[in-house]
C-alpha cells in the first residue's frame, strides 16, 4: 500500500466517485450525471487524487474557452485538507488550462470560503468581479461569490512556483 496520494487524469468511469466527493464538501453538490455531463464536454478537463483503493482525496475540474479557462470545481476531502492536494489539483489545472491554448485561468468562490480564498490567493489569483447572492444556503440565506483570475503566461513568476 502506497502512503502518497497520485494525481492522476478523471475518467468517466470516476463520476459517481466524484459527486460522492463532491457532496461532501458543498451543500450543492453535482450528482453523478452532472458529473457525467461535465465530463463528456469536448473542452473539459479534470484530475482526481486516490491513495491506492481509497475513495479520492481530491478532484479538480476545469474548461477551456479560446483563451480562457475556468476552474469549474475543485473539492479535498475534509480529512485531507491542507496537504498540498489543493495546491497540486491548481498546479495540474494550470499547466491543463496553458496546454489548450489559455491565457487566463477564471474561477469563482464563496466570499465566505476563507480557507479556500487563501488557497487560491497563494497561487496568485486576483478577485476581479462579484456575483451579488450567488450561492444559497441550506438555511435559505445566499451569499456573494467572488469572480478571482489568475493570468497564465509564463514569466518570471513562473520561476517563483505562482
Same mark, same amino acid.
Given at each position: ?9 478523471? *475518467? ?21 450525471? !452532472?458529473?457525467?455531463?461535465?465530463? #463528456? ?23 477551456? *474557452? ?25 498546479? !495540474? ?16 468562490? !464563496? ?15 486576483? *478577485? ?12 435559505? *440565506? ?6 478571482? #483570475? ?11 512556483? #505562482?
Amino acid at each position: 500500500m502506497s502512503t502518497k496520494p497520485v494525481l492522476r487524469a478523471t *475518467s468517466m468511469e470516476d463520476a459517481p466517485a466524484l459527486a460522492t466527493l463532491h457532496a461532501t464538501c458543498f451543500e450543492d453538490a453535482w450528482s453523478t450525471a !452532472a458529473m457525467i455531463e461535465v465530463l #463528456r464536454a469536448p473542452d473539459t478537463f479534470g484530475f482526481i487524487t486516490t491513495i491506492d483503493a481509497l475513495p479520492p482525496l481530491g478532484l479538480a475540474l476545469g474548461r477551456v *474557452s479560446a483563451d480562457e479557462a475556468e476552474l469549474l470545481t475543485i473539492a479535498v476531502d475534509g480529512a485531507w485538507r491542507r496537504y498540498g492536494l489543493g495546491r497540486a489539483l491548481i498546479d !495540474a489545472v494550470i499547466e491543463a488550462a496553458r496546454t489548450r491554448g489559455a491565457r487566463h485561468l477564471f474561477l469563482e468562490v !464563496a466570499e465566505d470560503n476563507m480557507g479556500a480564498r487563501a488557497l487560491y490567493e497563494g497561487k496568485s489569483f486576483q *478577485s476581479v468581479g462579484r456575483r451579488r447572492a450567488y450561492y444559497a444556503r441550506a438555511d435559505g *440565506s445566499a451569499i456573494d461569490a467572488l469572480t478571482m #483570475r489568475r493570468d497564465l503566461a509564463r514569466g518570471w513568476r513562473w520561476l517563483l512556483g #505562482r
